[in-house]
């Protein structure tokens, strides 16, 4: 076995390196139905976390891992954005198939010295409750950190708490 | 289960010495998903992503930038040694002076108009990568008193799986603040630190021109083969 390569922080300075154009339109092969999601990132202190990237993995409209095809202009499924200085964030995509559809969600910043890995689910309490993968959550309030809140057709609403007071469920990795 | 016999790998949320990570880090315990969970097909990022020259930070100004020329290189691959091939790697770095060419950067330092710190590329089919730059400067940062970063370049793995997914930073051989750095040595084992610090290896360079610096990544064991072609 080869020993891994340990993590260190994205720190504040890496922007312009790691922007990628429409980073936060998820594109698919695939066509479905449009959501928005956004939030706001915020500390221990209930400060907004201004300098963090959100990236987003999820399956296709369809329910299947997303397809990609060399001749493509960006990678589908796959969402990356940067809070801005009000720690708010918005993603644009399509509604993930499956029985409780959801984003896997990775979150990087300066102060963490690796990423916090959590999941946003687009879908009912129930639905999320019944997902083998928080079977260890199934009765605990904190499920509801990680379901987000329809405000209109098609919008969802979702904040982030690193620390403290609703600190949202990160998993262990 | 983890193997509580085997020192963790990475650091941990919170290391205090690392002011920053003490209204980040989460508190309440972390949720074991089931085995597997993230270890799926991730994304497909296509070849077109990374333009032709973008693995070379030197060419992007009308003369060469300020600085030591180097040549980073090596091999991405998996805990059980297999090449990852075909994923995109991501760099970014400070100028020669210490100077990020980032708006949030406020270090009295020079910017170097020929020189901006970023870079893309793919590995190959060995999982080989290969940047030209120029070694970083150190730089100070609001830490503590008088600290500085060891000179460092920032680097991004997409891997071809979830669990894969790295952000992390090289280092330089013989580096005098290392042995001071608090996110260098945010990562528990100490034997596990070295394996950020990249190795002299003069071949890899360019005779006359470059210097070579060796840095092979270990992204986690992934049983998921990329998806796409």
């Given at each position: 076995?080869?020993?891994?390569?340990p993590s260190q922080t994205v720190g504040p300075f890496f922007h312009e390196a790691l922007?990628?154009?429409?980073?936060?339109?998820?594109?698919?092969?695939?066509?479905?139905?449009?959501?928005?999601?956004?939030?706001?990132?915020?500390d221990g202190a209930?400060e907004?976390v201004g300098d963090a990237m959100?990236?987003?993995?999820?399956?296709?409209?369809?329910?299947?891992?997303?397809?990609?095809?060399?001749?493509?202009?960006?990678?589908?499924?796959?969402?990356?954005?940067e809070t801005?200085k009000?720690?708010?964030?918005?993603?644009?995509?399509?509604?993930?198939?499956?029985?409780?559809?959801?984003?896997?969600?990775?979150?990087f910043a300066r102060g963490l010295l690796k990423?916090?890995?959590?999941?946003?689910?687009?879908?009912?309490?129930?639905?999320?409750?019944?997902?083998?993968?928080?079977?260890?959550?199934?009765?605990?309030?904190?499920?509801?950190?990680?379901?987000?809140?329809?405000?209109?057709?098609?919008?969802?609403?979702?904040?982030?708490?690193l620390?403290?007071?609703?600190?949202?469920?990160?998993?262990?990795? | 289960?983890?193997?509580?016999?085997?020192?963790?790998?990475?650091p941990p949320y919170l290391h205090p010495e690392y002011r920053s990570t003490r209204l980040r880090s989460?508190?309440?315990?972390?949720?074991?998903?089931?085995?597997?969970?993230?270890?799926?097909?991730?994304?497909?990022?296509?070849?077109?992503?990374?333009?032709?020259?973008?693995?070379?930070?030197?060419?992007?100004?009308?003369?060469?930038?300020?600085g030591?020329?180097?040549?980073?290189?090596?091999?991405?691959?998996?805990?059980?040694?297999?090449?990852?091939?075909?994923?995109?790697?991501?760099i970014w770095q400070a100028n020669a002076a210490g100077r990020y060419d980032h708006p949030g950067d406020r270090h009295d330092a020079p910017l170097d108009?020929?020189f901006h710190g970023l870079?893309?590329?793919?590995?190959?089919?060995?999982?080989?990568?290969?940047?030209?730059?120029i070694k970083p400067g150190s730089y100070t940062w609001q830490n503590h008193p008088f600290a500085w970063r060891p000179q460092h370049i920032h680097f991004s793995?997409?891997?071809?799986?979830?669990?894969?997914?790295?952000i992390t930073q090289m280092y330089f051989?013989?580096d005098p603040l290392l042995d001071i750095d608090p996110i260098y040595n945010s990562i528990?084992?100490?034997?596990?630190r070295?394996?950020l610090v990249?190795?002299?290896?003069?071949?890899?360079?360019?005779?006359?021109?470059?210097?070579?610096?060796?840095?092979?990544?270990?992204?986690?064991?992934?049983?998921?083969?990329?998806?796409?072609?």
């Amino acid at each position: 076995m080869a020993a891994r390569t340990p993590s260190q922080t994205v720190g504040p300075f890496f922007h312009e390196a790691l922007r990628w154009r429409d980073g936060g339109q998820v594109s698919f092969a695939e066509s479905g139905t449009r959501v928005r999601l956004s939030g706001r990132v915020t500390d221990g202190a209930g400060e907004p976390v201004g300098d963090a990237m959100i990236e987003t993995w999820q399956l296709s409209p369809e329910g299947t891992p997303p397809r990609g095809n060399p001749g493509d202009t960006k990678p589908h499924g796959f969402g990356r954005v940067e809070t801005a200085k009000d720690g708010t964030f918005t993603i644009e995509t399509l509604l993930p198939g499956g029985d409780a559809p959801h984003l896997d969600v990775a979150i990087f910043a300066r102060g963490l010295l690796k990423a916090l890995r959590t999941r946003v689910y687009l879908a009912g309490d129930d639905a999320a409750r019944r997902d083998p993968a928080l079977a260890a959550l199934a009765r605990s309030p904190r499920v509801r950190t990680l379901i987000a809140t329809a405000t209109k057709p098609g919008e969802y609403r979702w904040d982030v708490r690193l620390q403290g007071e609703g600190e949202t469920v990160f998993f262990a990795l | 289960m983890n193997d509580m016999t085997r020192p963790d790998i990475d650091p941990p949320y919170l290391h205090p010495e690392y002011r920053s990570t003490r209204l980040r880090s989460p508190k309440e315990p972390l949720l074991e998903l089931p085995p597997g969970t993230l270890d799926v097909p991730g994304a497909y990022v296509p070849r077109g992503f990374a333009r032709n020259g973008e693995n070379d930070l030197t060419i992007h100004g009308q003369s060469l930038p300020i600085g030591e020329r180097m040549v980073v290189s090596g091999r991405l691959v998996d805990e059980s040694g297999r090449p990852i091939r075909d994923s995109l790697v991501e760099i970014w770095q400070a100028n020669a002076a210490g100077r990020y060419d980032h708006p949030g950067d406020r270090h009295d330092a020079p910017l170097d108009p020929n020189f901006h710190g970023l870079g893309r590329t793919f590995t190959d089919a060995e999982g080989r990568y290969r940047f030209m730059t120029i070694k970083p400067g150190s730089y100070t940062w609001q830490n503590h008193p008088f600290a500085w970063r060891p000179q460092h370049i920032h680097f991004s793995l997409l891997g071809n799986a979830p669990i894969q997914r790295l952000i992390t930073q090289m280092y330089f051989p013989g580096d005098p603040l290392l042995d001071i750095d608090p996110i260098y040595n945010s990562i528990p084992d100490a034997a596990a630190r070295p394996r950020l610090v990249a190795q002299l290896a003069l071949e890899t360079g360019v005779e006359g021109v470059a210097l070579g610096y060796r840095f092979d990544i270990v992204l986690a064991g992934a049983q998921a083969t990329p998806l796409g072609i």
